[in-house]
């Protein structure tokens, strides 16, 4: 008996007491190179969609970011400049030097090819900081090739703002190849003259009400899927399959429908001399007067986002609801809970991660929703990301948009993360 | 029509009166239900799927209404009560049991819904959890239980506050045969020990037999015949109820004469049996003889005791350990099954061999045809 018992040690472990196969190989080695073939094959599986999104996602996104704090403009365009500013103590102008610097920077740069003129981007680049730097730039470096000595003089003819030392500050300020100044805009805030972070003047700050309406209006549209979207997903999946699934093609329906056909529909129905407006004046509910204007503001936003994302919301929710058979609902009541304690204490908490996933959903889309406002939002029910598009489109300060942007995909993460914290994304069931 | 089963004095607890119910205003899936079910009786509902006797435990636990007629508990009219008023325990055949809360949670629920004190919640779920022996699991998730454990907290659920009804829709269907058996006997003490009133439902006859104090057999709506086991399986009142309980020969033919209590049958093929009348009525009746397999004999030549003696044909035999199956051909039915017992002074049996098969009055019960 103990002799078998031996053999058997034998077989199974080596000298060392590990494990080992009928042939003599550990037994984790062999595993490892059983599982090697299986792993190839799911690398291989998930590769092309992982080299898509690595080119299409993580790289823009990543060069997004980049766009926000980098700064070339001002170290390309003017080298000697900043050198000779080093010694500049900051209190009123630069000496002689600098401002030969300055022509010498100015004149290398007319030399170059048209297109590889650093003066154009550095002239806008300072415009973001101080208006009018631009034309100062533009002005000066036609003239410079006519500058003699001394340049201090030929510089404020040329133009007053090169008299300015809130010039010079913001020069020296982004002289530098990162710079923080896009989020300090994006943020509201501006420098003052001793180079601290200050709140803009009350109306010239944008970005954070934009921010803040931007989340507000999320919060009501999420809110108001989760209103409207739990009874129907409730009566669906309570419903027959034939039933269930005539209903769906309804709730998807707006997905099938061109956003303009619908926008136009919105604007017959909600405009001041709309359908609804009409017909409550007709019945006599409202007088001519006291129209409602639902659109080009933000009711027109929540309205149309509502119905836009409202299959995000029961999507999720009925294929949750599906699975929950009726007899929870009724072993509730059977063990005395009114309708409304066996809802409240056993149905309701089995949806949540249907509520959870669609809440999600629908408030990280309509977070970043561009469309839709811009068609019906008017002024007040503008976003952030229309305001990040018109940075993109219009004024062509990337900077700014990028800043704005990577502060609207840190609050998102932060808000899951939050989530994450408080229901557990393991919670979520997305369908 | 009702009758009430020995030791079982008080009536009427439950009782269904004149109880009609339709889906489709076309057909009545629960045919004019009349049921009186005792205080304190483990009653089976037992039939085929469709025989509507799930239906008839809704209707009592108030999620399906009654179409026509009247439920009475105690006395009291309960077919129009909602179902959390009935104060009606049950369990349910994916056990129910609450996902999102712990096993003392369950517990705990009907008696937080009835604003039960803290103290006594406590003190009523631990007792509920020592009763199924659970008491080490009130704070695991139902989740993370087996079926059976499930099973139990499901029974202790329906139990911890105190109904005097308790409803149970095919229960052990989801568990396997070992468990299954089990989980039979457990039910069985806990009525034992509670005294409560138990509506059970299965579609397993072992099940039925194994825990009822009586068994309604439901067929189309119907019941087709309420007793205690041994009475159902003994005396089969119609050929329904003898084919469903029971392994069961069937020998089709028409009544000849009838003479008190027997009657002589004339079967399809000629042959003549003398049976005990149960379900016939006059003389030119087709019948179904009904015998059950145990209650055939292979006679020995020359034997005269038995009432019908017939020649068969042994057509195949399985080995079933403490008996052996016989497939014989007689009175030109080749299904006739006789379980011939495993012991010594059994005739040895072989395919195709000619034996003289045998059996009293008394085990052929003449039935509806």
């Known amino acids: ?68 704090v980098d700064n070339p403009q001002v170290v390309n365009a003017l080298p000697l400049t900043l050198e000779a500013l080093e010694d500049w103590d900051g209190q009123g102008l630069p000496d002689e030097e600098v401002y030969a610097a300055l022509a010498s920077d100015f004149r ?55 008299g300015d030392v809130a010039l010079w500050k913001v020069i020296e300020r982004e002289g530098r190849p990162l710079t923080t100044a896009y989020y300090v805009a994006a943020m509201d805030r501006e420098f003052d003259a001793d ?97 409602f204007s639902l659109m080009y503001n933000m009711w027109g936003t929540i309205i149309a986002m509502t119905h836009i994302l409202l299959p995000f919301m029961v999507l999720p929710l009925y294929s949750v609801m599906r699975t929950i058979p009726p007899s929870y609902v009724r072993a509730a009541k059977s063990l005395g809970a009114t309708p409304f304690t066996a809802f409240r204490k056993v149905y309701l908490p089995q949806t949540l991660p249907g509520i959870g996933a669609g809440a999600v959903l629908v408030f990280i889309i309509s977070i970043g929703y561009y469309i839709t406002p811009a068609l019906v939002g008017g002024q007040s029910g503008r976003m952030i990301s229309n305001e990040i598009a018109r940075h993109m489109q219009q004024s062509l300060n990337w900077g700014l948009a990028a800043a704005l942007g990577t502060i609207l995909l840190i609050g998102v993460l932060v808000l899951y993360w939050v989530y994450n914290r408080l229901v557990g994304a393991q919670n979520l069931k997305l369908g | 029509m009702l009758k009430t089963a020995d030791g079982v004095t008080e009536a009427g607890h439950v009782c269904f009166d004149n109880v009609q119910k339709s889906y489709d205003g076309e057909t009545l899936v629960v045919k004019n239900l009349n049921l009186d079910i005792a205080r304190g009786e483990f ?54 049991l609450f996902p999102h809360m712990t096993v003392a949670e369950n517990l705990a629920f009907p008696l937080r819904v009835r604003k039960m004190g803290q103290a006594d919640v406590e003190k009523r779920v631990q007792r509920a959890l020592d009763m199924v022996e659970l008491s080490e699991f009130g704070s695991r998730m139902p989740a993370q239980l087996s079926g059976g454990q499930q099973q139990r907290v499901a029974v202790a659920r329906a139990l911890v506050f105190e109904p005097q009804l308790v409803l149970m829709d095919e229960p052990l269907g989801a568990l396997d045969k070992n468990l299954r058996e089990q989980m039979q006997y457990e039910i069985k003490h806990i009525h034992e020990q509670l005294g409560v009133t138990v509506v059970y439902v299965t579609h397993d006859q072992t099940e039925a037999l194994t825990m009822s104090n009586r068994i309604a057999v439901f067929n189309d709506g119907k019941v087709q015949q309420l007793a205690s086991p041994p009475d159902l399986y003994e005396r089969p009142e119609n050929a329904f109820v003898a084919a469903f309980i029971g392994e069961n020969n069937k020998l089709m033919g028409k009544v000849e004469a009838i003479d008190g209590d027997t009657c002589k049958v004339v079967l399809d ?17 087709r019948t179904t003889l009904s015998l059950r397999p145990e209650r055939v004999v292979i006679a020995p030549e020359g034997s005269a005791d038995l009432d019908n003696v017939f020649e068969a044909e042994v057509r195949e035999l399985i080995y079933l350990g403490d008996h052996i199956r016989t497939r014989v051909k007689v009175c030109g039915n080749d299904e006739f099954i006789v379980k011939v017992p495993n012991s010594s002074h059994s005739p040895d049996l072989a395919r195709g061999a000619k034996v003289r098969i045998g059996w009293i009055t008394q085990d052929c019960r003449a039935l509806d045809a």
């Open chain 1, 195 to 291: 180079g601290n972070i200050v709140m803009r003047d009350e109306n010239r700050q944008i970005y954070i009400n934009l921010y803040m309406r931007t989340l507000a209006l999320s919060v009501a549209i999420t809110v108001l899927t989760i209103l409207l979207g739990f009874p129907i997903a409730y009566y669906m999946s309570i419903l027959p399959m034939r039933y269930s699934n005539l209903l769906m093609i309804f709730v998807l329906l707006p997905f099938w429908t061109s956003l303009l056909v619908r926008t136009t529909a919105w604007i017959v129905l909600l405009q001041q001399q709309g359908v609804i407006n009409e017909s409550l004046v007709a019945l006599g509910i409202i007088g001519d007067d006291g129209r």
């Open chain 2, 269 to 285: 093929n000629g042959d003549k049996v003398t049976a005990l009348k149960v379900n016939v009525d006059a003389v030119g009746d």
């Open chain 2, 43 to 96: 009653l089976t509902m037992l039939g085929p799927s469709g025989s509507g006797k799930t239906t008839c435990l809704m209707m009592l636990a108030g999620f399906e209404s009654a179409t026509f007629g009247e439920i009475r508990l105690d006395g009291q009219r309960i077919d129009n009560v909602a179902p959390h008023k009935r104060g009606i325990g049950m369990v349910f055949q994916n056990y129910a």
């Open chain 1, 1 to 68: 008996m103990a002799q078998a018992d031996a053999g058997t040690e034998d077989l199974t472990r080596d000298a060392s007491g590990q494990m080992v196969t009928a042939d003599g190989v550990p037994l984790k080695q062999s595993l490892k190179r059983a599982e090697r073939r299986r792993k190839l094959v799911a690398f291989g599986l998930v590769t092309p969609l992982l080299l898509f999104l690595l080119v299409v996602f993580i790289f823009p996104i990543g060069q997004m970011m980049w766009r926000s």
């Open chain 1, 108 to 162: 290398t740069d007319m030399e170059r090819a048209r297109r590889d003129q650093f003066s154009g981007p550095l002239g806008v680049r300072l415009n973001y900081e101080l208006s009018g730097a631009r034309g100062a730039v533009a002005r000066t470096v036609r003239n410079v090739p006519d500058f003699e000595a001394p340049y201090k003089e030929a510089f404020l003819d040329s133009h007053r703002l090169w």
